[in-house]
């Protein structure tokens, strides 16, 4: 059974951060692609960033360097530090992967007050 739990979220003012966690199981988290999504309030769910089995790591322009994803393979964990957060950034934010189809986490909620 795969399942994706992330962790992390909650209330930070601006100019802030917070480190979201992503931990994995049911899956070889080693080969697997990952990602964070988000989505505001009636907006459509985006991708933030993804880091591939290789490392490779991909930022939407919006949190290009405020942002780092990473993972730790020993521990079937994906992290998402996040710096100068901003109001903009708030929403919920889901940890994604594909493995035999679209998996999500259950989402946390990131909030951030001006």
């Known amino acids: 059974q795969v399942r994706l739990v992330e962790s992390g979220g909650g209330l930070v003012q601006a100019g802030g951060s917070l480190r979201l966690s992503c931990a994995a199981s049911?899956?070889?988290?080693?080969?697997?692609?990952m990602g964070w999504y988000r989505q505001a309030p009636g907006k459509q769910r985006e991708l933030v960033a993804s880091?591939?089995?290789?490392?490779?790591?991909n930022y939407t322009e919006d949190v290009k360097g405020r942002f780092t994803i990473s993972r730790d393979n020993a521990w079937n964990t994906m992290y998402l530090q996040m710096g100068s957060l901003a109001p903009e950034d708030t929403a919920v934010y889901y940890c994604?992967?594909?493995?035999?189809?679209?998996?999500w986490g259950q989402g946390t909620q990131v909030i951030v007050s001006s």
């Open positions: 994604n992967t594909y493995w035999r189809g679209e998996r």
């Open positions: 880091i591939a089995a290789s490392g490779r790591t």
């Open positions: 049911g899956i070889n988290f080693k080969i697997a692609p």
